[in-house]
């Protein structure tokens, strides 16, 4: 079905408005997060030579610039510190409620994650989340002579555990 | 190295939809900004034109406005810090005259968001954050701040109350501020019996999406005595940066690149924030305005409320703060808002601030923040 306004997006893959990241090993040179993730293990790198382990992975050791890095498990369970209930003006793409969390991991680590499968006045601050991994729509990828290939790719959120 | 000063400053209507093309609302701002100076736009000698690109259909506005206005062949380049573009203009254009590379910059801040749905621009909004890691859980400005309110209500006991009591100030001075979006006086009960957006923040909490642009002409010494009565001196200027992740903060009780700005910007002029007269804020939320006077040193961490409940931040009290309804009223065209706030200040330390003028006000303040804290600029002037 032709888009309104602007027919020529009928079919096509408008990049630069996908919701989630390009997890291809094409676009990016973290895509093992990704595959580790699809096997439910929520991970990021440590750097062999000095032992920092950066979240968000990285390719090159922010510390000491060694590209020896190697994959390692963070945990999969954490705290809820800070949460909000987004209930109206939710982007495009999302539902309401929108549950957005400041998490502790543990081990030194806090990240912000979005809380799933929970209802409104259903979080409490001190809660108990655990990783929860779900499917995205694929991202198409050019290849040669124009043929269009799609590459799954699964996002992570947070979940209260029951 | 000569002074630098504000010679203009304009400000179009912000409004939910301004019914006119970018180049046309700029104009608005550039006339105002132009209106009581001995000079034309053949004297300014470059632009630099400030927005957030993601709102944009317009890909390098910045050639496009200057064609507009008539500046071409003049030089003209796009800076951008979300919310706070403008008042990063204003750096760089104090820095191109300090420079000696011009004598007469105009700083050109612009926002156009009624072109899209409120949906679409807050997906948009979002893709200010880290868009690997944080923007595909859908988190934007209203949550990130609404995190920093629990935040500060779980350390120091601030309550909804509190925050209510930032709108009832603003919307008491919007109304009387012909620029303004939102015009109508509030009680506390209207605030907090308003819709809940994201908890703790409601519907009154938050500021809305506008339209608008802001024109700030800046001179040399020299060329500044020479084309105004009214010189306003650029005496403090601080910048700083946080995480774009909010993993990151060290914590969400305050926002450390308002902090360290303000740090930089009193050790430039010489002052200290009880030196200051007036100020104007980065209130996109009510909360955001509470952290400002924390940030800024006008109360101690922990005690914001405190001036809110004393009203020290009226026309009247120890520190006035967004005496022109600040974001809240005004609304918040991103790249169009710290032209604004420097407007405001501008025109108080001229003694022009005929809605609500603070007496003899001499130092002037203004705290400009992009995103969830992750751009600080705080601007000190002087008369």
């Not at chain 1, 020896?68 to 982007?91: C, H, I, M, N, S």
């Not at chain 2, 065209?333 to 005929?354: C, D, K, N």
Request: aromatic share 8%.
């Amino acid at each position: 079905m032709p888009v309104p306004g602007v027919p020529i997006l009928e079919g096509l893959y408008p990049s630069t408005l996908d919701l989630y990241p390009f997890e291809a090993k094409e676009f990016n040179r973290i895509h093992q997060f990704y595959e580790n993730l699809r096997q439910k293990r929520f991970t990021t790198t440590k750097c062999k030579k000095c032992g920092n382990v950066p979240f968000p992975p990285r390719v090159v050791c922010p510390q000491c610039n060694s590209e020896d890095l190697e994959w390692v498990d963070l945990p999969t369970q954490g705290k809820v510190l800070r949460f909000t209930e987004e209930v109206a003006g939710v982007p495009l793409g999302f539902e309401s409620p929108l549950i957005h969390a400041l998490i502790d991991l543990g081990v030194g680590r806090k990240l912000i994650s979005r809380v799933i499968n929970c209802k409104e006045g259903q979080l409490k601050e001190g809660d108990t989340v655990k990783l929860a991994v779900y499917d995205v729509p694929p991202m198409i990828i050019e290849k040669r002579g124009g043929v269009m290939e799609e590459a799954p790719r699964v996002f992570f959120a947070f979940e209260p555990v029951k | 190295m000569e002074d630098v000063a504000i010679v203009g400053a304009g400000q179009s209507v912000f409004a939910r939809s301004c019914g006119e093309s970018i180049r046309e609302l700029c104009f608005e701002a550039y006339k105002e900004a132009l209106e009581g100076l001995d000079i034309t736009g053949n004297d300014i000698d470059a632009s630099v034109v400030c927005s957030a690109p993601e709102y944009d259909k317009q890909r390098s506005p910045s050639g496009l406005i200057s064609e507009y206005l008539e500046l071409t062949p003049k030089p003209t380049f796009y800076v951008e810090t979300v919310c706070s573009s403008s008042s990063t203009g204003l750096r760089v254009a104090w820095s191109l005259i300090k420079a000696g590379l011009h004598k007469t910059v105009a700083v050109i801040g612009f926002q156009k968001m009624s072109e899209l749905s409120s949906r679409d621009a807050a997906e948009r909004m979002g893709r200010g954050g880290d868009i690997i890691w944080e923007s595909p859980f859908g988190i934007t400005m209203p949550a990130g701040y609404a995190m920093y309110a629990r935040a500060h209500m779980a350390r120091y006991g601030t309550t909804e109350e509190h925050l209510a009591k930032v709108r009832v100030k603003n919307s008491h001075y919007g109304v009387a501020n012909p620029k303004a979006n939102y015009r109508k006086e509030l009680s506390l009960e209207d605030i907090l019996n308003s819709e809940m957006i994201t908890s703790p923040l409601k519907k009154f909490d938050c500021c809305a999406n506008a339209d608008g642009s802001s024109c700030i002409i800046l001179a040399g010494g020299d060329v500044a005595k020479s084309i105004t009565k009214k010189p306003i001196w650029v005496v403090g200027l601080g910048a700083a940066t946080d995480t774009m992740s909010m993993a990151g903060r060290k914590s969400l009780t305050g926002l450390q690149c308002a902090q360290e700005a303000a740090k930089q910007a009193y050790e430039m002029a010489g002052v200290k924030p009880q030196d200051i007269d007036v100020a104007e804020v980065h209130d996109c939320f009510t909360v955001s305005e509470l952290l400002a006077y924390e940030d800024l040193g006008f109360a101690k961490p922990g005690e914001g409320a405190g001036l809110l409940e004393d009203k020290e931040t009226y026309v009247e009290g120890k520190i006035p703060v967004n005496v022109d309804g600040g974001l809240l009223s005004k609304g918040h065209p991103i790249g169009a808002t710290g032209g604004s706030q420097i407007r405001t200040i501008v025109r108080q330390l001229r003694g022009e601030a005929t809605e609500a003028q603070v007496k003899d006000a001499e130092i002037g303040l203004v705290h400009n923040i992009g995103g969830v804290g992750q751009y600080g600029n705080v601007t000190i002037l002087r008369r």
